[in-house]
């Protein structure tokens, strides 16, 4: 398999606290990586390393084959990037913003400008000082700039915070446009869970500096499979109607009043009517499908409690 990125025993420690602790992360070519965990786990300072903006104090990093050292700068040539806030000179256009970058990577093509302007769809102001654009309006700009060298590999930090649904909308369409168009690997990290649902083909979930799992989202997908939840004012009673009466062996008890029902062979008419008739008060019933925010929700409380055990 080829692997556009590879971290392995990654370690950063500032003033006796460990930020990063022994990560290791495996981003396969072409693919949307979603790198997903709370605030304060650990992302930007995995990423920033990766960039060697940060220097590990133990493990490597490999990029396109070739592993990262301090001197190596070469292959950040080949990598786009948004790191925490980007930053413009507000005064200058859209367009001379872009102009000095690539002045200052050395890049001269006044056509590519136009191009990423076009994609990010700020064509029509480009004209307009930074000043004057909104927050997404922003956000597209530094997707401009970190595609603006013809990077094979984008690497954005928590690039929708502080946006409204539709800059949000905008910017998820456009890492989707990039990864398929134009075959950029986007590892993209956020602690938004829908939102990572709905672009990533894996995710790399991380907690207090350890990556606990990295896993494709169809296999969250398939380990969480539909079921049917029942909130009611006797579980007692309802697990023996569901087992006696409906013949339902797979069911969990979720919390003191709901629970769920893996076996989906009756439908859900078939069970109220049986609980209704035999004196269960139901509150809800409805037809559900496991998601990342679960799957997510889950791994973090098995980490603490192994944690605390």
Request: with cysteine.
């Amino acid at each position: 398999m080829d692997y556009t990125l590879k971290i392995g025993g990654l370690t950063k420690t500032y003033g006796g606290r460990t930020v990063v602790n022994g990560a290791n992360m495996n981003v396969r070519k072409g693919e949307i990586y979603g790198f997903l965990g709370p605030n304060g786990a650990g992302k930007s300072t995995v990423l920033k390393m990766i960039l060697n903006l940060v220097k590990p104090d133990k493990g490597n990093i490999i990029i396109f084959g070739e592993e990262v050292k301090e001197d190596n700068f070469e292959i950040l040539k080949r990598i786009g990037s948004i790191i925490e806030n980007p930053y413009f000179y507000d005064k200058l256009t859209g367009r001379e913003n872009l102009e000095l970058h690539c002045e200052y990577m050395g890049y001269h093509n006044g056509e590519r400008i136009d191009e990423v302007l076009n994609l990010v769809d700020l064509y029509d102001a480009d004209g307009r000082a930074v000043c004057n654009y909104s927050l997404g309006m922003k956000q597209r700009l530094a997707v401009a700039r970190a595609i603006l060298t013809k990077p094979e590999f984008l690497i954005l930090d928590e690039p929708i915070n502080g946006l409204d649904p539709e800059g949000i909308k905008e910017i998820r369409s456009l890492i989707k446009d990039l990864n398929r168009e134009y075959g950029m690997t986007v590892l993209v990290s956020g602690h938004i869970l829908a939102e990572m649902e709905l672009i990533a083909d894996t995710v790399g979930i991380i907690r207090k500096g350890r990556i606990l799992k990295e896993v494709p989202l169809e296999v969250i997908h398939e380990y969480n499979k539909e079921y049917i939840e029942l909130e009611v004012d006797n579980l007692s009673r309802t697990g023996y109607l569901i087992e006696e009466r409906l013949g339902i062996k797979n069911y969990k008890i979720v919390s003191e009043n709901k629970m769920r029902v893996y076996d989906l062979s009756k439908r859900q008419s078939t069970i109220s009517k049986i609980l209704v008739e035999n004196g269960v008060e139901l509150e809800s019933i409805y037809r559900k499908e496991g998601t990342l925010e679960e799957y997510f929700l889950k791994l973090m409380e098995e980490d603490s409690y192994a944690a605390d055990n």
